[in-house]
């Protein structure tokens, strides 16, 4: 099936934000973040910002927001801190700035991440949502994770996510 009519108003070039929280990765080290950069200009996207953060939950959220508040940003993708480590500390610190939940999104996902690895896909605390009129996604940090994530849900839906939000 065809998409709707109102596809046709997608944003075609989202300007995108790509954070990686880690405490241990590096510009050299980090291949998931490396990876969601490749794929968001692969698909015509535009990386306006990239960086590393410690899984510090004042420091992620300080600089989500910072992010947020910036017009020159359609998405924030961040990957990392979503499991359940003492560490992971990423969901807690930012799923409370969504003033709109996708939960499709972490419903989807660890659906199609079982197919991969089976019953730990549960363990993922993936999520998407709307915060201060930008898209927010949270995905895991490995690159296997990312690329799932990327290519079979984000890619597909972020210029609709995006044109949606804007109204």
Do not use: N, W
């Not at 510009?27 to 200009?41: F, I, K, Q, V, W």
């Not at 535009?46 to 992620?60: F, L, S, W, Y």
């Amino acid at each position: 099936m065809a998409h709707a009519p109102h596809h046709c108003k997608d944003a075609q070039r989202v300007r995108c934000v790509a954070i990686t929280v880690s405490d241990t990765r590096t510009a050299d080290t980090d291949t998931s973040g490396a990876r969601l950069r490749a794929l968001l200009e692969e698909a015509g996207h535009a990386v306006v910002a990239t960086g590393i953060v410690p899984d510090e939950p004042a420091r992620i959220r300080a600089r989500v927001k910072e992010h947020l508040s910036d017009p020159g940003t359609d998405a924030i993708i961040t990957t990392g801190g979503t499991g359940l480590a003492p560490r992971d500390t990423t969901y807690e610190a930012l799923t409370s700035l969504f003033e709109k939940r996708i939960d499709g999104f972490g419903e989807l996902f660890r659906m199609l991440s079982f197919q991969d690895i089976g019953a730990a896909a549960m363990l993922s605390r993936a999520a998407a949502g709307v915060a201060h009129g930008k898209v927010l996604v949270l995905l895991p940090g490995s690159t296997a994770a990312v690329e799932l994530a990327m290519t079979r849900l984000v890619l597909p839906q972020l210029g609709h996510m995006v044109a949606l939000v804007r109204g």
